[in-house]
């Protein structure tokens, strides 16, 4: 990369960028980027801080203590829109992985012969009561793959259930103690809970949505507009970051061993190595790279949360949901990246998903799309942090 910068025009603003990260296996990209020097060779380095729930991160990110962040996808559409708070400029600038995340059941349903969503609905239909359910933050991503699953087999998460907020690390003990009939969050610790026995797996996110949007590279607005040429030094190394990652299994492994560390995911590299090695079953697994089709900060994914934002209540009227993503998204600042990095860019700017329940997502007509299931709770209801 020498004579990246050259001119110096377009040399970044700031020497080094402080980028919180959550301790999930998905975080991968941003720890590989420090430790193999990816940053470096784009005049950057990264200071990565490590961050134990999603609410903190959120907080430190809105506050400028974070230049930018490893984010729930859902959490920074929830601040650009104002759930739950003041509206807050925000944007992504790139995806930083597909799939990755997991519902897992406790042991008494498992008991009880409970191990998918027809199963459970059947219980719940027998054994009335309150079922408590627990995801990471109420306008992420694993609150939404939990409610679209939920809904897909029958199951009303918002009269039939009562949804908590956990941190991810914290979700196998809670399982473990009783505390909660399952849980959706991301690798590894839906997998801990499984091989603890403290759980069992009902299904992978990829199986809700086959290579659905994961974590984002978020940041504020105001931070992007200022700092281009950091952020878009920031996209490229982690694009070279999400290439090697993907490149072979024996990256994989070493990314394991990395991640394993305390200052970073503090498991154990074999329950990291089984999250981030191709899966065999068929389901979906970890995608970082995908020749750039998994890091394309695409506008219907961005609108796909809006959609299910409204569909849950968290919205109280249909958005813009085109110009919302536009604003959100930062594609002209990604292709740009991409070219640094020499990463092919895809043809448009949304793609079109099936997801489990058969329904098609292109991002066509999100209005439409929000007001089309028979379960949803459309009226404005609170979602505690």
Known sequence: MQGLYAAGSDRPELASVRVGFMPLADCAPLVMASVLGFDEQYGLRLVLE??????????????GELHAAQALYGLLYGLQMGVGGAPRDMAVLMNLNQNGQSIVLSRALAAAGVRDGAALA??????????????TFPTGNHAMWLCYWLAAAGIDP???????????????????AGHMDGFC????????????????LAAHSGEVWPDHPGKALGARADFAARHPNTCRALVACLLEAARWLDASPANREAAAEVLASPAYVNAGSDVLRACLLPRRSGAPGLRFFGDGAA??????????????????????????????????????LYREAAALAGVALPGGVVRSSTLMD???????DPAAYAASFAIHQREAVAWSA
């Open 358 to 364: 058969g329904r098609v997502w292109d991002g066509s």
């Open 295 to 332: 890091t394309f900060p695409w506008l219907s994914d961005g609108m796909w949360f809006l959609t299910q934002q409204r569909r849950w209540g968290l919205l109280r009227e249909d958005p813009d949901y085109l110009a919302v993503a536009r604003a959100v998204n930062h594609v002209d």
């Open 158 to 176: 918002m009269a039939g259930t009562t949804l908590v907020t956990v941190p991810p690390a914290q979700m196998a003990a809670n399982l473990e």
């Open 185 to 200: 969050a991301g690798e590894p610790w839906s997998r801990r809970a499984v091989c603890e026995a403290s759980g069992v």
């Open 122 to 135: 059947a219980l719940m239909a027998a054994q009335p009561r309150r079922y408590t359910f627990a995801h």
């Open 50 to 63: 490590k961050q134990h729930s999603w609410s903190s991160m959120r907080d430190r990110l809105t506050s």
